[in-house]
């Protein structure tokens, strides 16, 4: 995959601050609060149109924002100055919204962005998804699902890769089925997708993939034996459906591989950045 990635490792000037155009709604005038995204881009408009990424956020699917500056500026930074537009999104969150909702969301993201990016100076033809946790279980299954996406007016070619950082819903039933009744990752899990097997199918990015997939990088946690197991079987299914997927352990925490991701330093960027240039 060739995307363009400019990194320019010995500037020592600080760039300049993105620009934040904050809760663009993404699903019409009559869309829930939760159904907007912010917007950053580069302080000077560029000639040539950027790549976009889209951020997702985590939470266990019931909680999580857009704007929070521990887990978004950091890569807000690092992207723009690397010459993409930005956009952070809210979803829905369970248990008000069970799935399908919080994908449809995602979706419409996309479709927007898409929609509206020749007015940002974004190229509509090359969007990047990332996702952390529960963001990273709703950006595969966007990104694998291609008639979810044309049902929201998105080509699904236009998304060229995607990135996950240790997410463990890749086949959900089968995270779901040894769980103890009543327990927080039980009801979390049931929640936000009930505890209907065909319906946890349907949101299992393992179960959804069309032919052609964009390209992955799928980043998890090394002490997490559920992220291990359910990011090696994403990277088969995918490999199985004619994509490429790579799949890296991190000696970090749940936490930490989201908060340090844009650091200059962090090594979840690195790999970030070498995928980016493939």
Known sequence: MKAFFLLIASVTLASAAPVVQRDLPYAGKQSNPLQALDLYLPAEKSPKPRPIFILIHGGGWSAGDKANSHFVDPKTSWLVDGGYLVASINYRLA???????????????????????????????????????????????????????????????????????DGAGYDIPLQYAPMREGSL???????AFTDDPEKQRDASPVHRITDDPPPFLILFVARRPDSKRQSHLLAEALIAKGGKAKVLPVDKTHGTINADCGKPDDPVTKAINAFLRR
Do not use: F, N, T
């Open 95 to 165: 248990p008000a919204v069970k799935h399908p909702g919080q994908v449809e969301d995602v979706c419409r993201a996309i479709a927007w962005m898409q929609k509206h990016a020749a007015k940002y100076g974004g190229d509509p033809e090359r969007i990047y998804l990332l996702g952390h946790s529960a963001g990273a279980q709703l950006a595969a299954l966007a990104a694998v699902d291609a008639p979810r996406l044309e049902a929201a007016g998105v080509a699904p070619k236009s998304i060229r890769g995607v990135v996950l950082l």
């Open 185 to 191: 990752m039980e009801k979390m899990y049931r929640h």
